[in-house]
């Protein structure tokens, strides 16, 4: 192996360096962002009827229209808050496990950064009303924003070995990186947490040729086990793209003015754009389990398993919350807490079997081994319990070895009584 491929693949001072730098980015990151909810949840519970409000907040006739259909601000406010944690949560969470055991190289590197920076920073507003910029410290946003965005086009080149493909996109990548950092210093648009035009488009070139570049690299470049491993990431990819596109076209080139349109894409349309911006994460989980793109069976299975859970759960609570809600408010005539203590009570119930049920379904897909295997060392253990003919034994015996070990052979010597 050449010098150049051992700097590219394997760890190195630069590498260390660039964990350590993602390790502190998430950090700030992370506690700008809880930091933030709070305050976010409170500017989306008022209406405003400014000539700028914060992303996202209704105007006063689009409240009007939500309390018509039996919605309140705060019920919204939370489902937004809720939306952008469970974004940032499980974006968060894949960098995590990245870092802490994906291989020591460049594009784990990045793409750990990517996600980390899309999470709690690019696809996110909470982090707007955080430490960083509670004082109108704009730049600060913008700047991590930018490089969040920034991140993600390199990562569309560089992986999955780290290098550029094709060769001259390097120079298209020079200009944007220059647009990042200049843009918070010399463009001050009318939202002090937006980005320029010319950044906007120059940023939408970058991601339809990073996406090209990408089926290239996968078509006439990869070898057949890359092609293996990286092509669901590639479908998630290219999803994440057309979400980043359209969000950056709908919700900040061409904005709608207040009404039925807007609250609709604030609601209906926010909520299938997450689920397909969870594409992404999702198809790079289904990679490694599938493909053994790394080997972090584990730590993903366990991580897969709480994702899930969080999301039922999740959807459990506020769905009952509101049930709870209105058929308190049909019998007594009042808001009541009680639907909040139900809803709670009924959560804590479910946790274990909703848990244990996941955890099923998720071995049966993704671990079909180590499923078969519990399940024949569940059936052995019965069977002990019950049987008495020795040979009978004997023959159980050999088969769970085989079934959970899966020798090349298998065979069983006792001790002859003395």
């Known amino acids: 192996m050449s010098a150049r491929n051992r700097s590219v693949t394997e760890g190195g001072g630069l590498v260390f360096m660039g964990r350590l730098a993602w390790l502190i980015v998430t950090i700030l990151l992370l506690t700008n962002f809880i930091s933030g909810m709070r305050p976010r949840y409170a500017e989306l519970s008022i209406p405003c009827a400014a000539a700028t409000c914060p992303y996202y907040a209704l105007h006063p006739r689009e409240a009007a229209l939500l309390a018509e259909a039996g919605v309140s601000l705060r019920a919204y406010a939370g489902f937004h808050l809720l939306a952008e944690i469970i974004l940032a949560g499980a974006l968060t969470v894949l960098a995590f496990i990245i870092f802490w055991r994906g291989p020591r190289t460049w594009s784990s590197v990045l793409l750990a950064m990517t996600l980390s920076l899309f999470g709690l920073n690019f696809m996110v507003e909470t982090d707007g009303v955080g430490f960083l910029t509670r004082n109108a410290i704009s730049p600060w946003d913008r700047w991590f924003g930018g490089f969040g965005g920034l991140m993600f086009v390199y990562l569309l080149y560089l992986v999955p070995d780290g290098r550029f ?195 099923d379904s998720i071995d049966r897909r993704f671990f079909r081994r180590k499923y078969d295997a519990q399940r024949a060392l569940t059936g052995f253990a019965q069977l002990t319990r019950s049987q008495v003919d020795l040979d009978e034994m004997h023959a159980a015996l050999l088969d769970v070895v085989e079934h959970t070990v899966q020798p090349e052979s298998v065979s069983l010597w006792l001790k002859e009584q003395t």
């Open 165 to 359: 493909v094709p060769t001259r996109a390097r120079y298209l990548l020079l200009v944007l990186t220059a647009m990042v950092a200049l843009d918070p210093l010399l463009v001050a648009p009318a939202d002090s947490s937006g980005f320029s035009v010319p950044l906007y488009a120059v940023f939408i070139v970058c991601l339809v040729t990073g996406v090209a570049a990408q089926v290239y690299r996968f078509r006439y470049v990869s070898s057949p086990r890359q092609r293996q491993q990286t092509k669901w990431i590639l479908l998630g990819l290219t999803i994440l793209v057309a979400c980043m596109i359209f969000y950056a076209l709908a919700y900040e080139l061409f904005l709608l003015p207040p009404g039925p349109a807007r609250l609709t894409l604030y609601t209906i349309v926010y909520t299938g754009l997450l689920s397909l911006l969870l594409v992404f994460p999702f198809t790079v989980v289904f990679s490694i389990l599938q493909y053994r793109l790394w080997d972090v069976d584990l730590v993903i299975n366990r991580a897969l398993v709480y994702t899930m859970l969080t999301l039922v759960l999740a959807a459990v609570y506020f769905g009952s919350v509101i049930l709870f809600q209105r058929i308190t408010i049909r019998v007594t005539g009042t808001d009541s807490d009680l639907a909040v203590v139900f809803s709670t009570l009924l959560i804590a119930a479910l946790f274990s079997p909703v848990r244990r049920r996941v955890q």
